[in-house]
């Protein structure tokens, strides 16, 4: 991983705090979330992947880590859920390397004796589960980790919430994902290819167009697992290099940095060239004596402007405009302030944590699109 993170995280944190009072609390955190995960994912292991076992009640998630694993981790049964919490396997060649950054996602249950030496999976709860905080707990992880490995069944492939509520909302990143059609020995091969067929096509309604997609069998009625060292290889396809990483933790972070913009209704305000024109025109209407025309002037400007910082610092200027008639007034009548001190000011101090703040911001973007894989240096 390059020298360069330890930096860009820094900024990272300075930009985030930087935008308090600008944007509003609940995105902060969530952003502030995202670079703080990232600087714990840089702690660990770079080397070992760390991928999560989604999928829905029956897909056989439980089935599948025992086979990739290669022993009988996982419990597996008909009770609903199977899988109450996240559980994790680590490879034994790291030890307990990993248990902090586990422990910070909430996984409790760890075992250390996994017998690959670059991956990490974890089993999720069900993505259908009865229990709420078990579906609370996959949408929490699953932008954490490295790769998600969607588990679907013959029968289930289709659920809308699965496609509706998750997949087709993270479209974007789909270049962490591998969809798995798991008991593929339930089914003969002709009935296979078309649901293979029929889930590539639904997956291409939810906007994912080259799906990284396995046909398993992890426990058939007979013989060993069929499909497991495929969906290795796509693991490792995903998320088993530091590249990789880096794409990830570069995108989650653009990911923050683009809905801060956006909060802030972005750069380019160009606001003290508009506020000489607006005030300009207004003191050539009072010379005139039309204050109506100076108040219709300063209040349009003001609300457009509002309109364009985002909804912190919006309304504080909205209010600001609403005192319009009463400094055009006391300059009409004299002697007030000039409506520089009066109007202008104020706003320029209001919008100047967000000047700052999108500054931050957009030097940060510009750090980030020098960090992707590809990027000139």
Request: hydrophobic share 45%; charged share 25%.
């Amino acid at each position: 991983m390059p020298d360069d993170w330890p930096g860009l995280l820094e900024k990272a944190e300075l930009a985030v705090g930087a935008c308090s009072g600008v944007v509003e609390d609940d995105l902060i955190r969530s952003v502030a979330n995202t670079v703080r995960e990232a600087r714990m994912r840089l702690s660990y292991p770079e080397e070992v992947a760390v991928a999560a076992l989604v999928g829905g009640t029956g897909s056989g998630k439980s089935s599948l880590l025992n086979a990739v694993m290669g022993a009988e981790i996982a419990e597996t049964g008909g009770m609903r859920p199977t899988t109450s919490a996240p559980m994790a396997v680590v490879p034994a060649s790291i030890g307990e390397a990993m248990d902090s950054y586990l422990a910070m996602l909430g996984i409790d249950e760890i075992h250390h004796d996994g017998p690959h030496d670059r991956l990490c999976l974890i089993d999720m709860p069900d993505t259908d589960s009865v229990e709420v905080g078990h579906r609370l707990q996959v949408e929490r992880l699953l932008p954490v980790v490295d790769a998600v490995v969607w588990v679907l069944d013959p029968e289930k492939y289709r659920d809308a919430t699965l496609h509706r509520e998750h997949l087709a909302g993270m479209a974007d990143s789909a270049d962490r994902f591998v969809f798995v059609l798991n008991q593929a020995d339930r089914v003969d091969e002709a009935s296979g290819e078309a649901l293979r067929a029929d889930l590539l096509k639904a997956l291409a309604e939810d906007g994912i167009g080259h799906p990284s997609l396995v046909v398993t069998a992890a426990a058939p009625p007979s013989g060993p697992p069929v499909g497991i060292d495929e969906l290795l290889t796509r693991i490792s396809e995903r998320a088993g290099s530091e590249e990789t990483l880096q794409r990830k933790l570069v995108s989650d972070l653009r990911r923050g940095v683009d809905r801060l913009l956006e909060a802030t209704g972005g750069t380019g305000l160009d606001f003290e060239r508009r506020a000489a024109g607006a005030q300009e025109k207004a003191m050539a209407s009072i010379a005139d004596g039309d204050e109506d025309s100076a108040v219709l002037g300063l209040t349009g400007f003001l609300n457009g402007l509002a309109r364009e910082t985002g909804e912190v610092v919006g309304p504080g200027i909205e209010n600001i405009a609403v005192e319009v008639p009463v400094h055009v007034r006391a300059v009409a009548e004299g002697p007030g302030p000039p409506l520089s001190e009066s109007v202008i000011a104020p706003v320029r101090s209001m919008l100047a944590g967000r000047a700052r703040a999108n500054a931050l911001l957009a030097e940060l973007a510009l750090n980030l699109r020098h960090l992707e894989p590809g990027a000139a240096r």
